[in-house]
C-alpha cells in the first residue's frame, strides 16, 4: 500500500503589513476626522459626493472640485462652483489645474481635506493615545505602543519636539505596559546638578551637612512604576555614568550608603534633542543611549498632522471647560489654524486658543479673533520659491528639519520640494 504523500500547501504571496497598503485618500480636518479614498482621476466632487459618504454640506455646489491624475501627480480644478475652491489659502482660478502636494489643504464649502498620497491603515479615525488626540496622525505612535506589551522593554525613549506632548505619551506606554502607576516625572533640565543623586537615588543620614535622616530618592520610591526621564538630552556627561547603573543593573546607590539598592522600574526618557548627533559629536554617552533606545517612540510635530488639528482644538478646549462646536466655527478660521507652522506644537496651539478667548469669549471660533492674537495672515504654502527653501536650509546650516520648521512645512515636503527642483 502506497504512503501518503504530503499535499502540497498553497502559496500565500508577499504578507501585506498589519497598517495595510499605502494609497491617496483626503482626509477630512474639519468638520469631523474621517479619511476618503481619492476617487478616479477625471471624477467632478461635489455636494453629492460628499453627501453620500456621510459630510453635508451644503455651500458645496453640485459640481464643485474635479481632480486630475495625469501622470501620476494629483491635480485639481475648480469645476465653477458657486463658493469656489481653496488650497493652500488660496483660491484657484475657475477651472485651471493647480498641483496637490502631500500634506496640502484643500477647502470647498464648509470642508477641509488634507490630501495624503500614502495613506495607511483603516479610512476610520483612531482613538486617542492616552491623553494625547490625534484620529489620523498619530497612527507612528499607535503602533509602537501597542506593540511594546508582548516583549516589555526595561528602557523606552520618546522623541519629539517641544509641546508634542511626549508625557502624554509616556503615561500611555506606561499604561500599556502595565506600569501606569507610581508615576515620577523628573524633567532632568529642571533639577539642579548638586541635588541630582540625592534626589533622585537617596541619600543615607548624615550623607552631607543638611542630611539629618535618611531619604529613599525618587527612583526608589517609586519602585514598581516608572520613571520618566524628560529632557534627557540635558543631563550632564558624569550623571549621565551615574544614571547609566540604573539602566544596567536596575539598582540604585544612594549618597552616602556603601551598599546599592534593587529596584524594578520602567526607565522611559524624553528628548526633544538628536542624540544620535549628541554622541557623534561627544556630548551623551554612546552606552547610555543604546540603553536608553531598546524601543523608540516617535511622536510627530503638529504641522506634520494638521488633520487632527480641529479634533486636537476640541479638545483643548473642552480641557477648558470650553466647548467647540462646529456650528459654531469659521471655516476660515480653522484653515488659518491649519496654515500656521505652530513651532511649539500643541502646547503653543493651546496658548494661542486661550488668548483667542479672552479676546472673544462668545462660543466657537472667529477669523477675526484668531487674528487679533496670530496676525493677519500672509501664509501661502504654495508660494514656495527654491530660492526661500535654499536661504532657509543655508541659514539651518543644512539642517533640513530645521529648516522646515524655519519655513513652516514638514521635513518631508522639503525634501520632496528640492528633489523635484533638481
Same mark, same amino acid.
Given at each position: 500500500?502506497?504512503?501518503?504523500?504530503?499535499?502540497?500547501?498553497?502559496?500565500?504571496?508577499?504578507?501585506?503589513?498589519?497598517?495595510?497598503?499605502?494609497?491617496?485618500?483626503?482626509?477630512?480636518?474639519?468638520?469631523?476626522?474621517?479619511?476618503?479614498?481619492?476617487?478616479?482621476?477625471?471624477?467632478?466632487?461635489?455636494?453629492?459626493?460628499?453627501?453620500?459618504?456621510?459630510?453635508?454640506?451644503?455651500?458645496?455646489?453640485?459640481?464643485?472640485?474635479?481632480?486630475?491624475?495625469?501622470?501620476?501627480?494629483?491635480?485639481?480644478?475648480?469645476?465653477?462652483?458657486?463658493?469656489?475652491?481653496?488650497?493652500?489659502?488660496?483660491?484657484?482660478?475657475?477651472?485651471?489645474?493647480?498641483?496637490?502636494?502631500?500634506?496640502?489643504?484643500?477647502?470647498?464649502?464648509?470642508?477641509?481635506?488634507?490630501?495624503?498620497?500614502?495613506?495607511?491603515?483603516?479610512?476610520?479615525?483612531?482613538?486617542?493615545?492616552?491623553?494625547?488626540?490625534?484620529?489620523?496622525?498619530?497612527?507612528?505612535?499607535?503602533?509602537?505602543?501597542?506593540?511594546?506589551?508582548?516583549? $516589555?522593554? /526595561?528602557?523606552?525613549?520618546? *522623541?519629539?519636539?517641544?509641546? #508634542?506632548?511626549? &508625557? !502624554?505619551?509616556? @503615561? +500611555?506606554?506606561? %499604561?500599556?505596559?502595565?506600569?501606569?502607576?507610581?508615576?515620577?516625572?523628573?524633567?532632568?533640565?529642571?533639577?539642579?546638578?548638586?541635588?541630582?543623586?540625592?534626589?533622585?537615588?537617596?541619600?543615607?543620614?548624615?550623607?552631607?551637612?543638611?542630611?539629618?535622616?535618611?531619604?529613599?530618592?525618587?527612583?526608589?520610591?517609586?519602585?514598581?512604576?516608572?520613571?520618566?526621564?524628560?529632557?534627557?538630552?540635558?543631563?550632564?556627561?558624569?550623571?549621565?555614568?551615574?544614571?547609566?547603573?540604573?539602566?544596567?543593573?536596575?539598582?540604585?546607590?544612594?549618597?552616602?550608603?556603601?551598599?546599592?539598592?534593587?529596584?524594578?522600574?520602567?526607565v522611559i526618557a524624553a528628548t526633544n534633542r538628536s542624540l544620535?548627533?549628541?554622541?557623534?559629536?561627544?556630548?551623551?554617552?554612546?552606552?547610555?543611549?543604546?540603553?536608553?533606545?531598546?524601543?523608540?517612540?516617535?511622536? $510627530?510635530? /503638529?504641522?506634520?498632522?494638521? *488633520?487632527?488639528?480641529?479634533? #486636537?482644538?476640541? &479638545? !483643548?478646549?473642552? @480641557? +477648558?471647560?470650553? %466647548?467647540?462646536?462646529?456650528?459654531?466655527?469659521?471655516?476660515?478660521?480653522?484653515?488659518?489654524?491649519?496654515?500656521?507652522?505652530?513651532?511649539?506644537?500643541?502646547?503653543?496651539?493651546?496658548?494661542?486658543?486661550?488668548?483667542?478667548?479672552?479676546?472673544?469669549?462668545?462660543?466657537g471660533l472667529r477669523l477675526w479673533a484668531l487674528e487679533e492674537?496670530?496676525?493677519?495672515?500672509?501664509?501661502?504654502?504654495?508660494?514656495?520659491?527654491?530660492?526661500?527653501?535654499?536661504?532657509?536650509?543655508?541659514?539651518?546650516?543644512?539642517?533640513?528639519?530645521?529648516?522646515?520648521?524655519?519655513?513652516?512645512?514638514?521635513?518631508?515636503?522639503?525634501?520632496?520640494?528640492?528633489?523635484?527642483?533638481?
Amino acid at each position: 500500500m502506497a504512503k501518503d504523500l504530503p499535499t502540497t500547501s498553497a502559496h500565500r504571496g508577499p504578507a501585506v503589513p498589519e497598517g495595510g497598503r499605502r494609497r491617496a485618500a483626503l482626509v477630512c480636518a474639519f468638520p469631523r476626522p474621517m479619511a476618503l479614498a481619492l476617487p478616479d482621476s477625471g471624477a467632478v466632487l461635489g455636494r453629492a459626493w460628499l453627501s453620500e459618504r456621510g459630510l453635508a454640506d451644503t455651500e458645496v455646489s453640485g459640481a464643485h472640485v474635479r481632480v486630475d491624475r495625469a501622470g501620476g501627480a494629483l491635480r485639481v480644478a475648480d469645476a465653477g462652483s458657486r463658493n469656489g475652491t481653496w488650497v493652500n489659502g488660496a483660491r484657484l482660478a475657475p477651472r485651471d489645474l493647480t498641483p496637490l502636494d502631500p500634506g496640502s489643504i484643500l477647502r470647498l464649502g464648509r470642508t477641509i481635506f488634507v490630501y495624503r498620497e500614502e495613506f495607511q491603515g483603516s479610512l476610520d479615525p483612531a482613538p486617542p493615545v492616552g491623553g494625547l488626540v490625534g484620529p489620523y496622525g498619530l497612527r507612528g505612535v499607535t503602533l509602537p505602543t501597542r506593540d511594546l506589551a508582548p516583549r $516589555p522593554p /526595561l528602557n523606552v525613549l520618546i *522623541e519629539g519636539e517641544t509641546g #508634542v506632548g511626549k &508625557e !502624554l505619551v509616556a @503615561r +500611555a506606554v506606561a %499604561a500599556a505596559l502595565g506600569r501606569a502607576t507610581p508615576f515620577a516625572a523628573v524633567n532632568v533640565a529642571g533639577v539642579a546638578r548638586g541635588v541630582f543623586e540625592s534626589q533622585m537615588f537617596g541619600h543615607v543620614a548624615g550623607a552631607f551637612s543638611d542630611a539629618r535622616s535618611a531619604a529613599p530618592g525618587i527612583i526608589v520610591a517609586h519602585d514598581g512604576g516608572t520613571l520618566f526621564l524628560d529632557e534627557i538630552g540635558e543631563l550632564d556627561l558624569d550623571l549621565q555614568a551615574k544614571l547609566l547603573r540604573l539602566l544596567e543593573n536596575r539598582e540604585v546607590l544612594p549618597v552616602g550608603a556603601q551598599r546599592a539598592v534593587q529596584v524594578n522600574v520602567l526607565v522611559i526618557a524624553a528628548t526633544n534633542r538628536s542624540l544620535e548627533a549628541m554622541v557623534a559629536a561627544g556630548a551623551f554617552r554612546r552606552d547610555l543611549f543604546a540603553r536608553l533606545a531598546m524601543a523608540r517612540v516617535d511622536v $510627530p510635530a /503638529l504641522r506634520d498632522r494638521v *488633520e487632527d488639528l480641529f479634533s #486636537v482644538a476640541s &479638545e !483643548l478646549s473642552r @480641557r +477648558a471647560g470650553v %466647548a467647540l462646536a462646529e456650528t459654531d466655527v469659521e471655516v476660515e478660521a480653522i484653515e488659518r489654524l491649519l496654515l500656521e507652522p505652530w513651532p511649539g506644537n500643541v502646547r503653543e496651539l493651546d496658548a494661542a486658543l486661550a488668548a483667542v478667548r479672552r479676546v472673544d469669549p462668545a462660543p466657537g471660533l472667529r477669523l477675526w479673533a484668531l487674528e487679533e492674537v496670530l496676525g493677519a495672515s500672509t501664509a501661502n504654502r504654495s508660494a514656495l520659491t527654491e530660492e526661500m527653501v535654499e536661504a532657509a536650509v543655508a541659514a539651518e546650516g543644512g539642517n533640513v528639519t530645521a529648516a522646515a520648521t524655519r519655513l513652516g512645512i514638514s521635513r518631508g515636503k522639503l525634501l520632496r520640494y528640492r528633489k523635484r527642483a533638481k
